[in-house]
């Protein structure tokens, strides 16, 4: 350092002292000496580079934005860029700690007033998930409601989520059809109850092409995987929740699962047919499988197995002669509607045990009400206990008082008092205390607390433990947050924190956005992209149920495969749908999440790969540093299916753009690392081709596609470093596996707090980070010291 640097920093150090710098403090002669040195020569107001200046800065203006953004390059050690000489660890402590004073000095007059997260509005997922749990019943009211918007990648973050008097209308009348849902007017269903064989599938009985293969005690084998020759029965009368039974058994499958699949929908009109799941029958004896579905009226069940004989060659050898695997079915059960008591839980959760008494409908049929002997007492019971439960915390008389007042209007004009009381249980379910999460600035209080824990973890509404410890005021104890932690990860609720969570940082909701071509990629199917989302969820449970390293998700040598991954990864020993943990090879070049096949596909369209799209997402997704847009004048490289031309020709003409060069150098490398993977996650050597190449045979048949040039997956980094394939791309992440722990946190405190993390707080997000590697990186751990910091517990 030298000796005009080393007397700035001294005064710097000297004038920050124990002083409170305010908005309107020019920073000292010493603090523009260190910019000078080091910041200046590409950020003046002349042509700034990024078309940042700092010179506004240095002159004591008011600019909260530009202070966090020059905060965040620093902190981070963005800036000064490679290889220009970085900051000493001295310099770098100094500048951050007077861009640290200028922002908290700002932020905090802000915090005291409005908190750091936004009034937050419960999004359309969680609307639903609160009624089910609120309730008591399966609702599906979310396609009544509005697309969510997204703010910082998350559609649960406040500032993004706003409110009009259309939403409010769409409220009112999802709250109406879960209300009629939950509150019994009819005598108990009766219970239907079939027994039956494949025979009794419409598919079956016609047989037209001749793929069924009839046997003993009315055994019946599918030998086609067509969804013509799916077997498809039952027609469901009334609504409910139905349990099925299948006994099943792999057939000539040389001691292999056969895979099949179960839908219900469809039928009449009624609702497309959507997968209940994948299941395995087993080679060595018949296998009950059972599972129950909410059914509608005119929905059916339907049968489909997979990866079987196309019909037209089972017809034309004969079912009776056929050799080939198939899936036999000797009987299957439907119960349902199922109620274990009546009036349900549901209607119990509401009126208590009031009483029912038939009432005459002006069409002449008659219906079920809830009547009351004390009407006003029991009004008061039942919104009050509602109101408690619907917004999470005790409710005074005050607030309680409209609501009551409503129903009680309904009642002098005319209404019977079960309708009075629907007109009040939609007013809860549609007032702003239950559709905004209540949050005051400052410390959270403990409701506050079991709310942010509950929407979380399992995107829903506080249960009564949670309920309960927030009454006793034992929130704020570190230990029963810990403890609380963890009863809620392993509820099966939580499954809503693994699906939307990874849903949004990894992107995993656009896995539909693209469909790859089945000209070039015929080897796509429904199960292999199911199988592909469930691979992703499993490895994120996997992780954080067993507290393993964040850096598993950088590299690891374990994943989670079923035998239709294993086939697509090109790993032996691993059949049917089941999925386990199977250990990597060392060749496999896989292992970790840009690896799999999901995020491979997400980051593809369905005809080529594209480094820019995959190197931005390593950047944002992974690092924590999305590459800004590009310019307008950038232009677009599209994907040369022909062959003629390679991504890495288009893109070296497009890096002599000016413009387009300076974020190409960081994106491109990284995502030429992953070039060797195509389209839909398989590992190639080449490229396909619809136009110049070789032919290309797989297992004696002819393909479709063509193969093209040799895959170059090479390339040098910004800082220098020259980085060969998607291996040396994981040990480059591992080796600044700090950045990934620092953008996962950011990204779970955005996620679990509903408000962006900003560069005021990247102290408190460093003290996470220093805690969770204390404890060896584990991710449980790291959602522990998240939920017990001050970002978590405050506004």
Not at 307 to 326: D, V
Request: proline share 6%; net charge negative; with cysteine.
């Amino acid at each position: 350092m030298n000796p005009p640097l080393i007397t700035a920093l001294v005064l710097i150090s000297f004038v920050l002292g124990d002083s409170v710098l305010t908005a309107a403090d020019p920073p000292s002669s010493a603090v523009t000496i260190l910019f000078e040195l080091h910041c200046m020569e590409c950020h003046r107001d002349e042509s700034p580079k990024g078309n940042v200046s700092l010179e506004p800065l240095l002159h004591g203006q008011r600019d909260v934005a530009l202070w966090q953004n020059v905060l965040a390059k620093i902190e981070t050690g963005e800036m000064p860029p490679k290889p220009k000489p970085g900051l000493t660890v001295e310099e770098r402590q100094i500048a951050s700690d007077w861009l640290f004073t200028l922002v908290s000095a700002e932020k905090q007059m802000q915090r005291n007033i409005e908190g750091r997260v936004v009034l937050r509005r419960l999004n359309r997922v969680e609307y639903e998930n609160t009624l089910r749990d609120l309730l008591g019943v399966s609702v599906r009211v979310r396609e009544l409601l509005p697309q969510d918007a997204s703010s910082a990648g998350f559609d649960n973050v406040g500032e993004a989520l706003h409110s009009s008097s259309f939403l409010l209308a769409r409220y009112l009348e999802a709250g109406e059809a879960a209300l009629e849902q939950a509150i019994a007017n009819g005598t108990q269903p009766r219970v239907k109850r079939e027994h039956v064989t494949l025979e009794a599938a419409y598919q079956v009985k016609q047989n037209s092409e001749n793929v069924f293969r009839k046997g003993d005690g009315g055994r019946i084998t599918m030998f086609s995987s067509s969804p013509w020759q799916a077997a498809t029965m039952f027609w469901i009368e009334q609504r409910g929740r139905y349990r099925f039974r299948l006994s099943v058994q792999a057939d000539q499958s040389n001691g292999r699962p056969v895979v099949f699949s179960t839908h219900i929908g469809g039928g009449g009109g009624g609702p497309q047919p959507e997968l209940v799941g994948y299941f395995d029958a087993p080679a060595d004896a018949p296998k009950v499988i059972e599972f129950e579905s909410f059914m509608e009226p005119r929905m059916s069940m339907t049968i489909r197995p997979y990866g079987l004989a196309p019909s037209s060659e089972i017809a034309k050898a004969g079912p009776q002669a056929w050799a080939g695997p198939g899936l036999a079915v000797d009987w299957i059960e439907m119960e349902g509607p199922l109620n274990d008591v009546w009036p349900p839980e549901s209607h119990h959760r509401i009126f208590g045990g009031l009483k029912q008494i038939a009432v005459k409908l002006p069409s002449g049929n008659e219906m079920l009400e809830v009547q009351s002997n004390d009407a006003v007492t029991d009004t008061k019971r039942i919104i009050e206990g509602f109101a408690r439960n619907a917004f999470r915390r005790p409710i005074s008389e005050d607030e309680l008082a409209p609501f009551i007042a409503m129903v009680e209007k309904r009642r002098a004009a005319g209404s019977s008092f079960e309708q009075a009381v629907r007109a009040g249980l939609v007013a809860v379910m549609t007032s702003p205390q239950f559709l905004f999460l209540r949050e005051t600035p400052g410390r959270l209080d403990d409701f506050a607390i079991a709310s942010r824990l509950s929407y979380f973890f399992w995107s829903s509404t506080p249960d009564e433990d949670l309920l309960t410890l927030a009454e006793k005021g034992q929130l704020h104890d570190q230990a029963t947050l810990h403890a609380q932690v963890d009863r809620l990860l392993q509820s099966p609720k939580s499954a809503a924190f693994t699906e939307h969570f990874t849903g949004q940082w990894l992107r995993l909701r656009e896995i539909d956005f693209t469909e790859p071509s089945m000209q070039l990629y015929p080897e796509f199917d429904d199960m292999l992209k199911v199988s592909m989302l469930r691979e992703v969820r499993l490895f994120f449970d996997e992780l954080l149920l067993k507290d393993l390293p964040l850096t598993n998700f950088l590299a690891s040598d374990f994943s989670m495969l079923n035998g239709r991954l294993a086939k697509h990864y090109g790993i032996a020993g691993v059949d049917g749908w089941t999925f386990q943990r199977v250990k990597l090879p060392p060749d496999s070049h896989r292992g970790g999440v840009l690896t799999m096949a999901a995020i491979l596909k997400i980051t593809a369209n369905g005809t080529n790969t594209s480094p820019v799209i995959r190197g931005a997402y390593v950047l944002d997704r992974i690092m924590g540093m999305p590459p800004k847009p590009p310019p307008p004048d950038a232009g677009s490289i599209e994907p040369d299916t022909r062959g003629s031309t390679t991504i890495r020709q288009q893109l070296a003409r497009h890096r002599q753009i000016e413009s387009c060069g300076s974020c190409h150098i960081k994106i491109d490398p990284l995502g030429f690392s992953l070039e060797n993977f195509d389209v839909i996650g398989g590992w190639r050597e080449y490229y396909r081709s619809t136009g110049n190449g070789k032919p290309v045979e797989i297992d004696g048949k002819k393909m479709r596609w063509l193969q093209g040039p040799a895959i170059d997956a090479g390339d040098v980094m910004a800082d220098g470093r020259k980085i060969g394939n998607v291996d040396e791309l994981k040990q480059i992440l591992l080796d600044d596996s700090d950045v990934f722990g620092r953008a996962l946190t950011i990204r779970l405190l955005t996620y679990g707090t509903g408000g962006q993390v900003e560069a005021v707080d990247q102290r408190e997000v460093t003290a996470i980070l220093n805690q969770a590697k204390a404890r060896k990186w584990g991710f449980r751990s790291l959602l522990h010291e998240i939920v017990t910091s001050p970002l978590f517990l405050e506004k």
